[in-house]
């Protein structure tokens, strides 16, 4: 599992003045806690975590020396300046139901040769202890041909006793499609 450090934020700074200081802010919040805990962390540090973790990852937070085990509740990225702004955390408790995503990802994109994949869900939305968080969802394309449909029910988080779907379990979430072709009027 993932660690990341960080330090609680002194409010008096302003949010513009930590970014352009190297920081990324974010929030720690959970009911075991009686406020949330402002934080901030290094640019660096948030880079390193986002390119194993997303949305829905369990992260080992350091935070004062404490070791808190979390869950990503929100990213905040500013898509044109490709800034993360702001980490939203939950802080887990052994045995309480947490709401949370698990990302869909896809393999073998390059085995489906004669149709289009299209990725109706990107990622499932459900609700389970921290035992029983799920990150990703890995659907190997390898066998699919145009027609085929995958629907949330035929996945395996669907049949998971210890986790409740939110995600409709009749929504498409992927499907190969039969490419269309214009033909020009010339």
């Known amino acids: 599992m993932n660690t990341l450090k960080v330090e609680k934020r002194n409010m008096q700074t302003k949010t513009k003045k930590l970014r352009r200081e190297g920081f990324v802010t974010g929030n720690v919040f959970g009911k075991e806690l009686k406020n949330s805990i402002p934080i901030q962390m290094g640019k660096h540090d948030a880079e390193e975590l986002l390119k194993n ?24 990225i500013d898509s044109m300046k490709h800034q993360i702004l702001e980490i939203d955390f939950q802080m887990l408790v052994k045995g309480e139901q947490v709401h949370s995503v698990a990302e869909i990802v896809l393999l073998n994109h390059d085995k489906v040769v004669n149709g289009i994949v299209e990725l ?7 609700v389970a202890t921290p035992e029983a968080l799920v990150e990703k969802i890995e659907i190997d394309l390898e066998k699919m041909r145009v027609g085929d449909e995958i629907l949330v029910k035929d996945l395996p988080i669907a049949s998971n006793k210890k986790i409740t779907l939110k995600t409709n379990l009749n929504e498409s979430v992927v499907r190969i499609v039969e490419p269309h072709t214009v033909v020009s009027n010339e």
Do not use: F, H, T, W
């Not at 973790?53 to 905040?76: A, F, T």
């Not at 109706?120 to 459900?126: G, R, S």
């Open 120 to 126: 109706d869900l990107p990622e499932i939305a459900y």
């Open 53 to 76: 973790c997303q949305k829905g990852s369990q992260v080992i937070m350091e935070l004062e020396g404490e070791k808190r085990n979390v869950l990503i509740k929100e990213i905040d």
